[in-house]
């Protein structure tokens, strides 16, 4: 058995992802599998911890349910003995992801789509997310996902989890202004809804996280599981347009078939059969979670010698929505 054609995808960046070819004889027939290896960062990365062990249960529950397409997961190894690091494996699947970088609105796959195909895009999207949803996690056994284990609240976890992040993993010395995160955050802790139900929420829903047939644009599978958490499933749906806000102001413009936030939440209401109550409150979430892994990103590469100037982790995208939505409130 031998393993061939190491490389690294177009996109993930939290992650090192590679693809290869394992190929094998069996039974003096030829055999190869195309495979996606997932490793846990040895350096210094955008997250605390990474529980590959948790994203390889969840696709695996998940690759139970038919409606909800997910890589096939192969094997987990959570020793440091192979590799130096935790990694998992999975079936490649054939399929493209919208970049962050450059913006999917401005250059690449999305940008090359006509308006027709980026609401097929959109329409498939939000009808996965909603399937999603509407899964049982409890029978799927999905109770080690944050937020479902025993004395866990769902209502709470994610939030307090970026709580957390802010206050431990950023705060540190950094010296990057967070005086609106905090404002953010009393808001979240003042105005926090009781949702009507809970679910699996992807967490890093975003459309650079689904792959897409190249020819239907189809949604060939939902990927990257590690910001997975049980919660109000409405916090997906607001993450879907907060990353699309951005990169909406990363390329300058916003390309005809992409959905207004009316048109997204009528897509889900549709595709769910459920009425969205806390859009907003998510919306804010949504960016003070996004804001703050940017705020660890930049300060990351500035301490590297990255030439970045303070007044651009004063106005960057998610500052500045964060500001417009307690504006807003």
Known sequence: MTVEDLRRPGAGESSDTQL????????GQYESLAAVLRCAPTGDAPFPEYDLRMQFGIMKALATQPDVPVPEVLWLEEGTKVLGTSFLTMRAVDGEAPLDFPSYQGAGFYFDATPDERRHIWRGTVAALARQ????????????VPGGGPGED???A?????????????KQGD??????FDDALQWLDRNRPEPSRVSLCWGDAKLGNVLYDA????????????????GDPEADLASLQVSDLRAQDSAGTCLDGTP?????????EEASGRRVENFHYQLVYST?????VALKVMTRMKQQGAEIDDAVFENHFPVRYLRELLERS
């Open 20 to 27: 290869f070819t394992l190929r094998w004889t069996q039974d």
């Open 133 to 144: 949803h509407a899964a049982d996690w409890e029978h799927l056994g999905l109770t080690f």
């Open 154 to 156: 769902p209502r709470t």
């Open 158 to 170: 994610g939030l307090e989890y970026w709580r957390r992040y802010l206050n431990e993993w950023i």
């Open 175 to 180: 010296p990057a202004p967070i005086a609106v």
């Open 215 to 230: 020819g239907s644009k189809d949604v060939a599978a939902i990927i990257d599981w590690e910001l997975a958490s049980i």
């Open 260 to 268: 207004s936030e009316d048109e997204l939440i009528a897509l889900y």
């Open 288 to 292: 003070f979670w996004r804001g703050s």
